[in-house]
C-alpha cells in the first residue's frame, strides 16, 4: 500500500486548506484512514479518522474545524480544515490502519504517506 498525502502550503490564520490521500496498491475500504500532525519538536499528534463506512473522530483541538471524508470507489481520503489558527502548523499524515484499530494511536496503524507542511501565519 502507498499513501500520498498533498494539499498542505501557507494560509493566513482563519484560513482553509483541504488536504488529500491518495491510496494504491491496495482496496482500502474496510480500513480505517487517520490523520496526524506533526509540529517541529512534538510527538506525533492525532487529528482525526474516518472508517470505511464514513465515521469519523476528531481530536478536541480540531472538532467543528476539520471535517474528514473518504471516497472509497476512486481511493481518495480528504481533511478539510477550516478557521485555521497558527497552531494547526505542523507536518500532516495520513494513515492506514485495522478496520478495529485504536484511532487515535500512531501505533495502530500500518502504513503511512510521506507527510504534507500546513503552515498558518499569524
Known amino acids: 500500500v502507498q499513501l500520498q498525502a498533498s494539499g498542505g502550503g501557507l494560509v493566513q490564520a482563519g484560513g482553509s486548506l483541504r488536504l488529500s490521500c491518495a491510496a494504491s496498491?491496495?482496496?482500502?475500504?474496510?480500513?480505517?484512514m487517520g490523520w496526524f500532525r506533526q509540529a517541529p519538536g512534538k510527538e506525533r499528534e492525532f487529528v482525526a479518522a474516518i472508517t470505511w463506512s464514513g465515521g469519523t473522530t476528531y481530536a478536541d483541538s480540531v472538532k467543528g474545524r476539520f471535517t474528514a471524508s473518504r471516497d472509497n470507489a476512486k481511493n481518495w481520503v480528504y481533511l478539510q480544515m477550516n478557521s485555521l489558527k497558527p497552531g494547526d502548523t505542523a507536518v500532516y499524515y495520513c494513515?492506514?490502519?485495522?478496520?478495529?484499530?485504536?484511532?487515535?494511536?500512531?501505533?495502530?496503524?500500518?502504513?503511512w504517506g510521506q507527510g504534507t507542511l500546513v503552515t498558518v501565519s499569524s
Open positions: 494513515a492506514l490502519g485495522p478496520a478495529r484499530t485504536v484511532v487515535g494511536d500512531p501505533g495502530g496503524y500500518d502504513y
Open positions: 496498491g491496495r482496496t482500502f475500504s474496510s480500513y480505517v
